[in-house]
């Protein structure tokens, strides 16, 4: 059975820190693809971040303050999110599809499984 589930939003101040949790069933975060994606209201969902097997990456509004970490044991990944900004107030998901080259890893369109997103909102 394929679920993803997401925790760990909540409201935060400018600056502060939050870290996101992904548990994954059906897919395995060692292996498969596992992408971050945030949605904020009146907007398109855009990607985050990603993980595939020993590679992550970041779209550039994030790099330096997000940082993609997993436990294998929990097939769980987890985002960390340091030196928040009112900016990145959205909905965010997590969501896998199985790797294979050529995959636009921060595009929607690409994964098939989602998880149903975890609220984080900053403040300033």
């Known amino acids: 059975q394929v679920q993803l589930v997401e925790s760990g939003g909540g409201s935060v101040q400018t600056g502060g820190s939050l870290r996101l949790s992904c548990a994954a069933s059906?897919?395995?975060?060692?292996?498969?693809?596992i992408g971050w994606f945030r949605q904020a209201p009146g907007r398109d969902r855009e990607g985050v971040a990603y993980?595939?097997?020993?590679?992550?990456g970041y779209v550039d509004s994030v790099k330096g303050r997000f940082t993609i970490s997993q436990d294998n044991a929990k097939n769980t990944l987890y985002l960390q999110m340091n030196s928040l900004k009112p900016e990145d107030t959205a909905m965010y998901y997590c969501?896998?599809?199985?790797?294979?080259?050529?995959?636009?890893?921060?595009?929607?369109?690409?994964?098939?499984?989602w998880g149903q997103g975890t609220q984080v909102t900053v403040s300033s």
């Open positions: 059906g897919y395995s975060v060692s292996r498969d693809l």
């Open positions: 969501a896998a599809e199985q790797g294979r080259a050529g995959l636009n890893v921060f595009a929607p369109r690409t994964y098939h499984s």
């Open positions: 993980s595939y097997r020993a590679t992550t």
